[in-house]
């Protein structure tokens, strides 16, 4: 008995595929490479942020990716590891940023994202850098992690100090403030004489009366 030809054997057909949403690629290479295997747990959070913000684009604007530091603990990291980890998945090579600008919202700009191992949409796009293939031992990649994590931008560090005291010492402002004196109830503050009643009125001297009707005492009862 012959058996029957596999769909996938046949020529000119196409397998379908069978992940029915949308998923994201990444290299076996790349999941056993030193850089990959000594990233945080922060810096996985945000290399998947970015591959995320790169989905919600269709694929497109890869490099020029918005996204904030309030995204980013919206998807679940702890604002103090934000910035490290931004820090470390960028040296060890798998995201490229384009630092945003702070200040006043008419001024300010946000960080643009990029993943370094997704392929473009587009064919024409040059293929990915894969930079983390720079990283050829374990003990770099350790090395590398450790110092990104540790290299403070200086000016980032005195810029969210600035903001700091500027926002306890409008909070000290608003405290002090004189409060406005409270309004009296006009219940309080209403002078009108209180009308006596009959029960708090004077009392009259009560009229003495005689003890005969004619008037005079009966002379015959003095004695």
Not at 40 to 56: C, F, K
Not at 88 to 96: H, P, V
Not at 132 to 137: L, N, P, V
Not at 138 to 166: F, P, T
Request: hydrophobic share 30%.
């Amino acid at each position: 008995m012959r058996s029957r030809p596999q769909p996938s054997s046949i020529p000119g057909h196409r397998r379908r595929n069978r992940i029915s949403g949308q998923f994201a690629a990444r290299l076996i290479e790349m999941l056993e490479s030193p850089a990959y295997r000594v990233l945080s747990r922060s810096a996985h959070m945000v290399i998947s942020r970015v591959e995320i913000e790169l989905a919600h684009h269709g694929g497109n604007d890869n490099g020029r990716l918005p996204i904030t530091t309030e995204d980013f603990i919206a998807y679940g990291m702890d604002r103090s590891s934000v910035a490290p980890a931004i820090r470390e998945a960028e040296a060890l090579g798998f995201i490229t940023l384009e630092r945003g600008r702070g200040g006043n919202a008419e001024h300010r700009a946000p960080s643009l994202f990029g993943s370094t191992f997704t392929n473009h949409r587009d064919s024409c796009r040059p293929p990915p850098s894969h930079d983390w293939r720079k990283i050829k031992t374990l003990e770099e990649a350790e090395q590398v992690a450790r110092a990104s994590r540790h290299a403070k931008d200086q000016r980032a560090v005195e810029h969210g100090k600035r903001n700091w005291l500027s926002r306890q010492q409008n909070q000290k402002t608003g405290m002090e403030k004189p409060q406005p004196p409270a309004r009296k109830n006009p219940t309080e503050t209403s002078k009108v004489p209180v009308r006596k009643t009959p029960t708090t009125g004077a009392v009259e001297k009560p009229i003495l009366l005689s003890i005969s009707r004619g008037g005079d005492p009966d002379p015959s009862l003095a004695s």
